[in-house]
RNA sequence: GAAAAUCUAUUCCA
């Protein structure tokens, strides 16, 4: 059993999902008992994998065999849980376990902690995370970070401010990820000059940057459009030896984008395949809409079929993309029949295609179609 | 032999 288990384990690890679930029932044929390990190593592969109903099936499956969850295996499923955007169910299972006498170590409400934020519900995340005190299950530097991540991620920066306190004094010190964190959070909200002194005091007294700090700072004075600055840390990480990922390309290319460089985001996204660095369908949506901004809709039609071509399927932000190009070059006709197209893909409109499509119309005169269009998304998005 | 991977990127309008 324990060598099933680690070959599960394995596969899962390896996304091989599907191979681990075969493999798994193999295992039974063969009548080999899985027990709570085997199991709960299969349902964190599902759910990380989003396969939440398939999680909760084999977990349904483990009880029905006689094999009793144990507080890795309610903490695994709350993680997927979460993954899938369940909280109630997840909530829910929390409750479950402890009225059933397992109760939940720093792993599980971490895991409930970040579910809870990423749901917006940051009350009761808040409350968990003093309720595991309370209980004596010391946090660690990953629940500091999540609390810290979450409590940014809706701007309450006195908040974690004093979260980071709390942080320095105990044994948990603030780590990469934690300065990662503060300098994304701080970015978003505007505060390039604290996030650059968080920045410095890194380089001056650790922990050192790493390719995802400058990620950051390269996206923040990005977005504030501070090109020069973000190229120069683009040279510098380039210079320390971090080799810049496809997320950080994109951020670029989409500044370059922003500010109306068209030329120097194409040579990004040419120096991505010089660089080896795999491309993916975000990197792709940011050059179709640097080409779109910049009123090139042919080229986007190019790029657009061939990002099909190597295999990345367009997904919604490539519609609305590729859609608000045509609508801005006039081009209705083209603009609607993408919009047809998504539909039969079985990528669904948004609010930001029918938007977009619709002022595409209103643009032209075409006022009848457009509140028709408008009447479409009400009735699919108010129902 | 099982659990958090915690942090960075893209679309309309404002």
Same mark, same amino acid.
């Given at each position: ?188 909200? *505007?505060? #390039?000059?604290? &996030? =650059?002194? /968080?920045?410095?005091?890194? $380089? +001056? !007294? %650790?922990?050192?940057?790493?390719? @995802? ?116 070059? *006039?081009? #209705?006709?083209? &603009? =609607?029949? /993408?919009?047809?197209?998504? $539909? +039969? !893909? %079985?990528?669904?409109?948004?609010? @930001? ?31």
């Amino acid at each position: 059993v324990a060598i099933y288990s680690m070959l599960i384990h394995g596969l899962c690890k390896a996304q091989k999902i599907d191979d681990a679930c075969k493999f798994f029932e193999q295992m039974k044929e063969k009548g080999c008992r899985p027990n709570v390990v085997t199991y709960t190593a299969l349902i964190g592969g599902l759910g990380k994998a989003r396969r939440l109903a398939d999680a909760v099936l084999y977990y349904e499956e483990m009880q029905d065999q006689g094999c009793t969850p144990n507080v890795v295996t309610y903490s695994t499923l709350i993680d997927g849980m979460g993954r899938a955007g369940e909280v109630e169910k997840a909530c829910k299972l929390f409750g479950e376990m402890k009225s059933r006498g397992c109760c939940p170590n720093v792993y599980t409400y971490t895991s409930l902690i970040r579910v809870l934020f990423k749901a917006g519900r940051v009350d009761l995340a808040w409350e968990a995370f003093n309720e595991m005190k309370c209980r004596n299950q010391v946090p660690n530097v990953f629940t500091y970070n999540v609390v810290i991540d979450g409590l940014l991620k809706v701007k309450r920066f006195q908040d974690a401010l004093h979260v980071c306190q709390e942080m320095c004094r105990t044994d948990s010190r603030p780590d990469q990820v934690t300065y990662n964190t503060l300098i994304s959070g701080l970015g978003k909200a *505007g505060h #390039l000059y604290e &996030a =650059q002194e /968080l920045f410095h005091q890194m $380089k +001056e !007294k %650790g922990p050192s940057p790493n390719a @995802i700090t400058y990620a950051a700072m390269i996206d923040m004075l990005g977005k504030a459009e501070h090109v020069n600055e973000a190229v120069n840390f683009f040279v510098e990480m380039k210079i320390k030896g971090f080799m810049p990922d496809v997320v950080c390309y994109s951020s670029l290319i989409d500044m370059f984008g922003k500010v109306g460089q068209l030329l120097e985001a194409k040579r990004c996204f040419e120096e991505m395949r010089k660089q080896g660095c795999k491309r993916n369908v975000v990197v792709y949506n940011c050059i179709l809409d640097a080409l779109g901004k910049a009123g090139y809709v042919d080229e986007v039609a190019l790029t657009f079929k061939e990002m099909q071509q190597e295999g990345f399927v367009p997904d919604v932000f490539s519609f609305n993309v590729v859609i608000d190009a045509y609508c801005n070059a *006039g081009d #209705l006709k083209e &603009a =609607q029949k /993408l919009f047809e197209e998504m $539909k +039969e !893909k %079985g990528c669904y409109p948004d609010l @930001i295609t029918y938007s977009t499509l619709i002022k595409g119309l209103a643009e032209v005169g075409r006022m009848a179609e457009a509140a028709r269009l408008f009447e479409e998304m009400e009735a699919t998005y108010h129902a």
